[in-house]
T-cell receptor, first 113, second 116 residues
Framework: DTGVSQNPRHKITKRGQNVTFRCDPISEHNRLYWYRQTLGQGPEFLTYFQNEAQLEKSRLLSDRFSAERPKGSFSTLEIQRTEQGDSAMYLC???????????FGPGTRLLVL | AQTVTQSQPEMSVQEAETVTLSCTYDTSESDYYLFWYKQPPSRQMILVIRQEAYKQQNATENRFSVNFQKAAKSFSLKISDSQLGDAAMYFCAYRRVSNTGNQFYFGTGTSLTVIP
């Protein structure tokens, strides 16, 4: 399978703990996006990378959130000091260029207790 | 700011019948892309169909077609000969034509039920 993969698929954590998610994009795709999706809503943009450069961040991405894409390959999204409001599905997508369709991964479902 | 509105939270259709899902959007730009994505239960989002705003011809993909009304800022999805596998959440999405800021703006989705 050469699609976008995300790990873990599910994460349960206690409030105040840190969590890290990983996204592996389609291998030749240079753009990578993170979205957050809460129940009953469409995905909301968090941030995106072109190669290793983080070019845009949404105001939804508070200072507790940080994302990296070392070497322009996989990406990680870390949430520090998790809060119950962080409970959501975190989606990753990748594309070959700005004009190209974004392909989504299966998501990581986070539950903060 | 761009907004995408899907006014039908839920829709149902009889198997083999046709259903149309509505989407409107707000933008001040003249060129952009519009998409319909499908998200089956507990499965990842997949692209259904894509439309470039500069193209007057409506996009079609097999049983899926769109009615793109640029002046009205409307982008509806028609599913013909509905199948059980079409049951899913459908999201309409907008994206700017730009080398930056090309994230998607999604609507809140329409849950489609297909009745056997």
């Amino acid at each position: 399978d050469t699609g976008v993969s995300q790990n873990p698929r599910h994460k349960i954590t206690k409030r105040g703990q840190n969590v890290t998610f990983r996204c592996d994009p389609i291998s030749e795709h240079n753009r990578l996006y993170w979205y957050r999706q809460t129940l009953g809503q469409g995905p909301e943009f968090l941030t995106y990378f072109q190669n290793e450069a983080q070019l845009e961040k949404s105001r939804l991405l508070s200072d507790r959130f940080s994302a990296e894409r070392p070497k322009g390959s996989f990406s990680t999204l870390e949430i520090q000091r998790t809060e119950q409001g962080d409970s959501a599905m975190y989606l990753c997508a990748s594309s070959l260029g700005f004009a190209e369709t974004q392909y989504f991964g299966p998501g990581t479902r986070l539950l903060v207790l | 700011a761009q907004t995408v509105t899907q006014s039908q939270p839920e829709m149902s259709v009889q198997e083999a019948e046709t259903v149309t899902l509505s989407c409107t959007y707000d933008t001040s730009e003249s060129d952009y892309y519009l998409f319909w994505y499908k998200q089956p239960p507990s499965r990842q989002m997949i692209l259904v169909i894509r439309q470039e705003a500069y193209k007057q011809q409506n996009a079609t993909e097999n049983r899926f077609s769109v009615n793109f009304q640029k002046a009205a800022k409307s982008f509806s999805l028609k599913i013909s000969d509905s199948q059980l596998g079409d049951a899913a959440m459908y999201f309409c999405a907008y994206r700017r034509v730009s080398n930056t800021g090309n994230q998607f703006y999604f609507g809140t989705g329409t849950s489609l039920t297909v009745i056997p």
